[in-house]
């Protein structure tokens, strides 16, 4: 079946840096867009960064446009998200998934930003 492995998360400070990765397996990872995903305390789960794949189109939420860094190895089922510039409100849970047909969500990974 579906699933995702998220892992890289961490407790850091602000300003600094983390890289997330998400092992993707049971389905043929390269035809899907994937996206990032983050949960806050006592928000929604929303897609902050997607990657269609084969050089098309990536796109950012303005929030983290110009800080993270979406990318993926479709040889490996890997999806990655490089975080730089850090900030308090960046606290959260951080999930993968496809963008379009969401298949059910791995245990994500927690990033906590705190001086």
């Known amino acids: 079946q579906v699933q995702f492995v998220e892992s890289g998360g961490g407790l850091v400070q602000p300003g600094g840096s983390l890289r997330l990765s998400c092992v993707a397996s049971?389905?043929?990872?390269?035809?899907?867009?994937m996206g990032w995903y983050r949960q806050a305390p006592g928000k929604q789960r929303e897609l902050i960064a997607h990657?269609?794949?084969?050089?098309?189109?990536?796109a950012y939420v303005d929030s983290v446009e110009g800080r993270f860094t979406i990318s993926r190895d479709n040889a490996k089922n890997i999806v990655y998200l490089e975080m730089n510039a850090l900030k308090p409100d960046d606290t959260a849970v951080y999930y993968c998934?496809?963008?379009?047909?969401?298949?059910?969500w791995g245990q994500g990974t927690q990033v906590t930003v705190t001086s």
């Open positions: 049971g389905f043929h990872f390269s035809l899907y867009t």
């Open positions: 990657d269609s794949g084969g050089g098309g189109s990536i």
């Open positions: 998934n496809r963008v379009n047909d969401k298949a059910s």
